[in-house]
């Protein structure tokens, strides 16, 4: 039987390297595989290039091998949180590689089913496609690193000549990514928003760490139930249902805050 199970979350990761590109699930902080990030964190790897929809936030997530300065280039589409990415990026101190979303999406989808790239709408006519976006600044503030113009083709679509803009697929040396239940084939379950790119990044990476809430046995998940099929795992590091998880911003209606502060009894 082939068993995918590894004792320890600083086990799973202890071969990746200084230097390494991860793709590592999560979107904000829903499905981020924290444990597989604090035991990147405890041993010191540094020279990370990253590909994530985000980077976490000052103090959870990524957020804290950025703030080690372990990462040297972030791909992602949204930095909005997480003030020390910020700083990082304006004082060139990190290179980022700004990619829309759903491009961001399926060039990991892409990456994983063996497509070397596609072409999309997205981006055409912007700066995405002709290129001069800042990836990296220099100490004096001047773009030291610019992103390249990329290929525009027109293709008929219904009829209709539309230009398109071609994207290269991503592949990295690892993915890191969080599930709700896994079995020891590597058979992986997401618990709803959790889901987010958490498959992609797993496609995307020639070796793929999965931390599970949950480890049980082959046969044990409903086949239809199953999210990501074994063949895209790896490693399975089982780290229980109580792991902690944070939530980026608490809101709540105007009732329920009423309802907080009002006297206990009132």
Known sequence: MIDKTWRSAAEAVADIPDGASLAVGGFGLSGNPIALIEALLAQGTSDLSIVSNNCGVDDWGLGILLNAKRIRKMTSSYVGENKEF??????GELELELTPQ???AEKLRAGGSGIAAFYT???????????GLPRRYAADGSIAVASPVKDVRSFDVSGTPRDYVLEEAIVTDFAL???LKGDRHGNLVFNKSARNF???AAMAGRVCVAQVEELVEPGELEADSIHLPGIYVHRIVEVGSDIEKRIERRTVSVAQAAAREMPEGA
């Open 86 to 91: 910020e700083r990082q990026f304006l004082s």
């Open 102 to 104: 759903g491009t961001l």
């Open 121 to 131: 709408q997205t981006g055409v006519g912007t700066q995405v496609a002709e290129g």
């Open 177 to 179: 990514v969080h599930a």
């Open 198 to 200: 958490n498959p992609l």
